[in-house]
């Protein structure tokens, strides 16, 4: 006779087919069902909060739903930091987690519930009359809600003989918000103010993407002359590149944050304007009118004057329809005589350059600093031509991830990453990789970026990357010797810096000892094994680490704005 264990099991694998976890007294009957009676992949990690962080990468990058197990009490309280970035960040994943018997609290148990419902995660308990049934409910609530559930299997329930597995429901999900009245209302005249701009600009992030608003985007873009550009998550949404100015925010190109500046009228689509898009208000020229398009229920930034809800293809459509239907022509075609054609501007798009305004301040010439050590922006866009054009980039958090941000061009949203920046958190890259593997075909290369700090707190799954990745896996290691984002912001305010540095750690060396090749790169030459790397197939190759001694007085400009924000 099937138990709770099995009908849940056999229940999330209906939806799920990557499950990242580690094993304990709370789910392992949980595991053996999955692994007998389904045919879900289990993928062991070294740190429970990597199950999490790995199951968020799975869907970042796939869109795709993935689940996390743990063991009660210790194993999951190890979630806690991943859970709360998967809530902050929106994003859908299932943990199954051990609980407390339904007879009460044992010495050893704590309060999973409230623990959860801290960081933002609702828990769903299962019960001897309904496993499966709650099963499918939680993973109806995670993705129709785009947030992280847990569901608890109670200790004494797991092993009941529950009955056959029931007849499941297909899952009931919504569908895309449908604009509010008012937005509907709005409509004509958002349009209006973007025909008669005479600088629009149109700013999409990751809720774009999400939407599939790109195609629509574009039409948009097209209609009214507007140049384009993204947030940092967003990044390769709108299909034409020659007339987007890559990414706002501190990771921006200097001439291209100047542009944006100029705007006169700048509509944002699924993008939730935090303060490193915003670069702390002075995104926007204050003359600027400012519409946002979200789901979110009200506007996010109090610079935003006009707030559209609801979904941004859905709005991206209706206000490219309406656009074609104003009773003037906002402009000639390319090419035709303006007086003929009834146009009455240049599209602001067309006079100017976007490539050259992506442009990123360049490093020193040969790679070295005065100090002799590697210039993180020479070699940035060094690796950027050796890396593999499919690749998957996942990144953790600090003051590096400028380099790959500002240097590695990204082809979709969903190829850069980036598991902690909601919750600003260190420490979420390395376990990162594993997600990212399930998730995409034996073709795609995934690229760790991390820096020593928190390369070092999230050592455990060093282990999992490299064995999950293979030769399909390559870590960078920007190795300054320190907490670099602390050192910029309270090592130059004169604070004791003890507590900011590190020794300089061999990430090479801990890579070999864990089945990789290492390569110290000290020197742009030491990179050519990577140019031999990534021309060979990734089943003739070992997982390659590369430890970049970095020179940390290099500050990236973001980091700058965040110095003054805090200054
Ligand atoms: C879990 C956690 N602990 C501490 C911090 C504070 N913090 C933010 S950035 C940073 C330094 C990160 O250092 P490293 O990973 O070496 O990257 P770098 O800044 O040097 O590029 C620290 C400690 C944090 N954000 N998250």
Redesign the pocket.
Known sequence: MPTAAQHVAIALARHVSHVFGVMGNGNAYFLDALLRETDATYTAVRHEAGAVVAADAHFRVSGRIAAATTTYGAGFTNTL?ALAEAAQARIPLVVVVGDEPTSGPRAWDVDQIALASAVGARTYTVGRLDAAATTVIALEHALSYQVPVVLALPYDVVTREVGPVPELPELTLPGPLAPTAFAAASIDRVAAALADAERPLLLAGRGAWLAGAGAALGRLAAATGAVTATTALGRGVFPEQRYDLGVTGGFGAPAAMELVREADVAVVFGAGLNQFTMRFGELFSPAAHVVQVDTAPAATHPRVDDFLRGDARLVAELLADAHELLPRPTFASPGADAAVGGGRKTPWRETIDAPALRAQEPGAADGRTARGRLDPRTVAARLAELLPDDRVVVT??????AWPNMFWPVAEPNRMVMV?TA??????GLPSVAGAVAATGDETTVVLG????????ALADFETAVRTAGGRGLAVF???G???????LYGLKGLAREP?L?PEVDFAALGRALGAEGVVVRELGDLERLAEWAAAPASARPFLVLDLRID?EVIAPYQHEVIRANS
Do not use: K
Request: negative net charge; aromatic residues 12%; charged residues 10%.
């Open positions: 930091t953790d958090g600090g003051h590096f991830l902690g919750y600003q958190s260190i420490g979420l991390s820096g020593d700090g928190g390369g070092l707190m920007w190795n300054d320190a907490y670099g984002a602390e050192v910029n900011m590190i940390g």
